[in-house]
């Protein structure tokens, strides 16, 4: 969601916070600002509605010389209050105290109560006030911030991650982290706060990750770190593998389009050290796979958005291939019921991130009911282990999980997910085979062959990328369009349903999908001219049956556009546009690869919309708040 930077050096951060900003622009966000301490120790802010541009002009326009050696940054994603100037961060209490925030203070409407009786004043409609408020508060009995700070955090409920400066204490940075991302970035002389580390990676490659609950004191020469308990903790310092150009646009018009042609690289490096002669290493799940995957006897996959059409996938694969039971739930679902939990299940939870709210949420709830049931007369539950799919090393799920497997997608910037949804096929596709030869409910010959066709993909992929006119011109039947379906069976079903999420996100255009063979139960009956209807039509059992539905369409009007195998036999006439993208796909392969048709269909129909690619209204990458 929101975006903070932060920092504290002997030169000026003023140029450092900015470009922190711009990194962090992916995230989503509608307003922007920068607090510093001046040489004078007084705070000066520049607060901003829009791009991180607007920002930039208005600190140009500035009468004096706006720059200091510590201050704190912050892109805003609205949650409470609108988009706004005076509802952007940082927020500043008394010109004392300034604050920047990710996350929601639940009982803010109760502090903010109080902090009125108690004669503060508020500008903003934010819950983030009255965190500035109340260390301020706190203020007033320690000239300690840190110390402030911890105070102040007891009384919060939710979920924050801040970065706080003082007047009274201007040599001192202080970050505190519960249910939201940061990363503390270790430099010589000088350090720095960022919700993730492509902010810093001007800065430097090295990294601390606080953990739940940590509170930091930062200076130039020092990182002091405190947990959830008060008790000072030493957290590594890992070195980060990206590179600042592995951040870049490059030659490439978006950054989704730019992610959409790095999937053939992704996918070889999701594989790589994964798989040896033909077989899937179980071991690269972690050291207890082996022992975990041999004790299960279902899946259940929890998951958010994009994440959760990868589940739907790996579930006709679970069954399909290993003849294993497997559910899958929307995370913001499963946290807020009463599951019934079965022994020996494994859960699976998918997010690029690592931080998505709703999905860290559901993990922390299938740790609480490992070892005892409560609900009714259910039995003990003992073995429920847990496994996370992530792109990004040190996040929380990754942490608090039993396994990890880590997608080598690389950094993903634009909002629509397109590389991590495919790495995350990759890694799904890779686990059920492992579980599979774990149980031995497949052979040699099975789990060969899986491993070739995995093999293949990125050679696939090029393939279909191949076709990016062809789809171009494709994308011009939706110039005026406002409603698209999307149809598909088995696979090729939340396939479907990723690709009208694609169009949704990017293009703003109305789309549903739905499993082909439900037309008669109520969707042809949106079927006219106006309507555009996008099929996947892979070479499989489905096939003739998948035609029969095609045909429903066009005998009603509708404008078909097929996405098929070279030798599914559909050809192109009047009311049909056939694309014969791809050939020599297997059960596994043939999701990923029409996938990424979808997602050329999608980025070229947002062109001719004109609308924000990368940034789409109203959405954040890193969903890290309910």
């Known amino acids: 969601m929101c975006g903070i930077v932060g920092g504290i050096a002997e030169r000026s951060v003023t140029p450092i916070l900015l470009e922190g900003l711009r990194r962090l622009e992916y995230r989503g ?86 902090q009125t009786a108690a004669g503060y004043r508020f500008t903003s409609e934010t819950d983030t006030e009255v965190i500035a408020h109340a260390i301020h508060q706190q203020l007033e009995s320690t000239d300690d911030l840190l110390t402030a700070v911890t105070q102040a955090l007891s009384e919060f409920e939710g979920a924050y991650a801040l970065g706080v400066i003082a007047v009274n204490e201007p040599e001192t940075l ?43 004191k930062l200076t130039r020469q020092s990182i002091e770190i405190y947990d959830i308990d008060g008790q000072r903790v030493e957290r590594p310092i890992k070195q980060s593998s990206l590179s600042i150009t592995s951040v870049e646009l490059g030659e490439h018009r978006h950054y989704m389009h730019k992610e959409i042609f790095e999937q053939p690289k992704a996918v070889s490096d999701t594989l790589e050290g994964r798989i040896t002669h033909d077989k899937v290493l179980v071991s690269s799940f972690g050291p207890q796979a082996e022992d975990i995957f041999s004790s299960i006897e279902q899946i259940h996959i929890i998951a958010c958005g994009t994440s959760y059409h990868a589940g739907l996938v790996a579930k006709y694969w679970t069954e399909d291939i290993i003849g294993m039971p497997c559910q899958v739930e929307v995370a913001s679902e499963f946290r807020y019921r009463n599951p019934v939990i079965q022994d020996n299940t494994l859960f699976v939870t998918i997010s690029q991130s ?20 409560e609900n009714g007369n259910l039995a003990q539950v003992e073995n429920i282990p847990t496994l996370t799919i992530c792109n990004v090393p040190e996040s929380s799920l990754t942490r608090e999980s039993d396994l990890s497997y880590l997608t080598h997608a690389g950094p993903e910037i634009g909002v629509a997910s397109t590389k991590a949804f495919t790495t995350q096929l990759v890694a799904l596709a890779l686990l059920i085979t492992a579980i599979g030869k774990v149980k031995q409910s497949i052979d040699e010959n099975r789990e060969k062959a899986i491993v070739k066709g995995l093999q293949q993909l990125p050679k696939l992929i090029a393939n279909a990328l191949s076709h990016e006119e062809e789809i171009e011109g494709v994308a011009q039947q ?57 099929a996947i039509a892979p070479l499989d059992d489905l096939l003739e049956k998948l035609k029969s539905n095609l045909h429903e369409v066009k005998a009603r009007g509708g404008q078909m556009i097929v996405f098929e195998d070279e030798q599914s036999d559909i050809s192109s006439e009047e009311g049909f546009t056939v694309i014969k993208a791809t050939t020599n796909v297997g059960r596994i392969t043939a999701p990923i690869t029409f996938n990424i048709l979808l997602q050329l269909l999608s980025y070229h129909v947002a062109l001719i919309k004109g609308t924000d690619v990368d940034q789409p209204r109203n959405l954040a990458k890193s969903v890290t708040v309910e």
């Open 478 to 534: 939706f110039a005026d369009k406002h409603h698209a379906l999307f149809l598909g069976r088995g696979t090729m079903y939340p396939i479907a349903m990723e690709g009208a999420l694609k169009l949704k996100e990017i293009s703003y255009i109305h789309a549903e999908a739905y499993p082909a063979g439900e037309l008669k139960h109520g969707p042809l009956a949106l079927i006219d001219e106006h309507m555009p209807v996008v």
């Open 174 to 216: 202080v970050a505190a982290r519960k249910g939201s991302p940061l990363v503390i970035g270790v430099g010589f002389g000088e350090h720095f706060i960022a919700s993730d580390v492509s902010a810093l990676l001007p800065v430097t490659h090295n990294f601390i990750f606080l953990e739940e609950g940590d509170v930091a």
């Open 354 to 373: 690592g931080e998505t709210a709703d999905t860290l949420a559901a993990l922390q709830k299938i740790k609480l009911l490992r070892h005892s049931r």
């Open 29 to 114: 966000y509608d307003s922007s600002g920068i607090a510093l301490l001046d040489p004078d120790n007084a705070i000066q802010r520049v607060r901003a509605l829009g791009k991180i541009k607007q920002l930039e002009h208005k600190i140009e326009q500035e009468t004096t010389d706006f720059s200091g050696h510590i201050g704190i940054a912050h892109t805003r994603w609205a949650t409470h209050g609108v988009p706004s100037e005076n509802n952007a961060h940082p927020h500043i209490c008394n010109n004392k105290v300034a604050v920047v925030h990710n996350g929601i203070i639940e009982n803010y409407q109760s502090l903010k109560q109080q």
